[in-house]
C-alpha cells in the first residue's frame, strides 16, 4: 500500500529539512557575513547578525596583505593535478576490478580502503623525510603526488561501483559486433561511464581543494594553496576575526560555486547504485 | 555458408567441468535450438560458439576453418542476447549502425542496409529513438536488426524472448521462424523453454549438466526419446512416468504414457483413479487423476468440454501403441 503524505506532514517535512540544512550551512553563513564586518564588530557580544557597519574594507587588506592569486592558483593545480593523475590511474584498475576480478579482487578492494583508516599524521614523518630526499618539499609536484595518493582509493571505489553498474552483455556485444578492446572503451563503454566519472572527478576536485593536513604541513611560502592563505589569518598575536573571515570566504568561494552548479551531477553520483 | 562444428570440446571452471567433451556438427542453414534446464550449459556452450568464452580442450569449426582461438568478432557471427544489450546512450539507427561502424563498412552502404533491416523489422519510425523510449519488443527487433546488418554466417540467440511477456512471445517466435525461412542462415537458439525449441526448430539439442541427452528433429524427440529424461523435458504436460508393477508387466522398470495418449471413461478401463486439480484452457482440459499405483498424480489431457468435477472416480486406458519402455538405467528399450 502506498504510505499516504498528507499536507500538513508534507510541510512539517519540509520544514524539518530547512531546519537542518541552515543549521549545517550557518558556520559557512556566519563566516561570510563576519566578512562584512568592522574587526570591532566582528567580535562584539552578543553578537550582531545583520546590523552592522557592512563594509568590504577586510577583503581590501587582504588582497593588499597577500598574494591571493598565487594561493589560487596552486589550489587549481593541485586540486586539478591530483584528480587528474588520480583519475588516469583508477580508471584502468576500476576497470580490470570490475570486469575480469580474480578472486583477490575484493580483498585487494578492502585493503585499499583500510589504508584510509590510518591517521595522516601517522606516516608525516616519513613522508617528510622523503620529500627531503627528493627535494619536493613545497613544491605542487609533491603535494599533486601526495594527494593523488591519499585520495586513490575513494577515487578506484566510486569508479568500480560505477563500472560494476554497467552490464557485462553491453560489453560482450561490442566484442561480438567486432569492436576492438580500445573502441569498446571508447565507444561504449567511456560514454555510459561518463556520469560516474564526472561525479568521482567533482568529489575529488572538492577533497582535494579543502585537504588542509598535508597542504599545510608540507608547503611553506612557494606551493601554498588557499587551506595556507587562511591559516596565514590565524594568528597568535592576535585574532582578526573579520579578515580571517574574508580570507576564508575567499578560499571557499571558487568551490563553493562549482560545487553548486554541478550539484545534480554530485548527489546523482553519490547516490547512483544505491536504487536499481 | 554457416556449418559449426564441435570437436571434443569442453569447459571448465577452476576445478568444475561445466560441458564435458562432446562433439556436435550443426549443418548450414538449420535452426538449431540448445534446450535443457536452467543450469545445463547451455547458454556456456552458445557463448563458446561465439568465443565469449575461452574453450578448454577440443576444436571449433566454422566453415570448415578452425575457429579455436579466433576472436569473436572475427567469427562472422552475430549474438542476439537475453537482455537486448544495446547501448544505451545511441540513437537506434546508431546501434544498428555499431556493428558496420567497426567493419569500415562507407556510409552509403551503412545507410542501405540500415534502411532495409528497419523496414523488415517495423522499426523505420523508431530509428531516431533511444533504446530507453522503446518497448521490450522493439529493443528485442532493434538488436535483431543489429544482427542482421552485419549479413553474418550464422546468428546466435540467448533466450532472447525471456524478458517479454506471454502475447509478446509468441509474436517475437513467428518473428524470428519467418526471419530464418526468409534468410535461410544458420541460426542457433538457446531456451529452456521446450515450446519454444519444438515450434522453431530443425534440430534439437537435449542437453542436462553440460551433456547432451539427445539430438534430433523436434517429432523424432517427441515419438521416440532416447531417455527418461527426454522423455520428461519434452513435450507438454509432461509424460507420465510409471514404475513398479505396472512396469514389471511390461518386463521393464520404467514405461511411460503422454497425456494425450490415455483414454478416459467412467465406466471401465485398466486403472482407476480420482480425479484431483483440472487444468481448463478451454480447447482442452488437463486432469490430475490420484490413486494410480506407480505414477501419482498422473495427468491425462481430455477434450475441453468432457464433464468431470473433482473427486470423480475415472478408468484409464494408455493407447499401448505410444507406451515408452525405460530400463533401470532409464535408457530407452525398443
Redesign the interface.
Known sequence: MARAVTRQRKMINTAAAWAVGLLIFFPILWTILTSFKPEAQAIADPPIFLGFDWTLENYSVVMERSNYGRFLWNSIVIAGGSTLLGILIAVPAAWSMAFVPSKRTKDILLWMLSTKMLPAVGVLYPIYLLFIQFGILDSKIGLVIVLMLINLPIIVWMLYTYFREI?G??L?????????LK?EVL??LT??AIPGIASTVLLNVILAWNEAFWTLNLTAAKAAPLTAFIASYSSPEGLFYAKLSAASTMAIAPILILGWFSQKQLVSGLTFGAVK | MGQIKLNQVSKSFGETEVIPPLDLTIEDGEFTVFVGPSGCGKSTLLRLI?G?EDITSGHIEIDGADATNV???KRG???V???Y?????MSVRRNIA??LK??GVPADEQDRRITAAAQALNLTDYLDRRPGQLSGGQRQRVAIG?AIV?EPSAFLFDEPLSNLDAALRVGMRMEISELHKKLETTMIYVTHDQVEAMTMADKIVVLQAGVIEQVGSPLELYRSPRNKFVAGFIGSPKMNLIEGAEAARHGVHTVGIRPEHIEVSSSDGLWQGKVGVAEHLGSDTFLHIHGIAGCDPMTVRVDGELPVRHGDTVFLTPNETHLHKFDAEGLRIG
Open positions: 552490464p552483455e553491453i560482450e556485444a561490442a566484442r561480438m559486433d567486432g569492436a576492438t573502441e565507444y561504449v560514454p555510459m | 561465439a565469449l576472436p569473436p568478432a557471427l552475430a549474438m542476447f537475453q537482455s544489450a544495446l547501448y544505451p546512450h555499431f556493428p567497426m567493419a543489429r552485419r
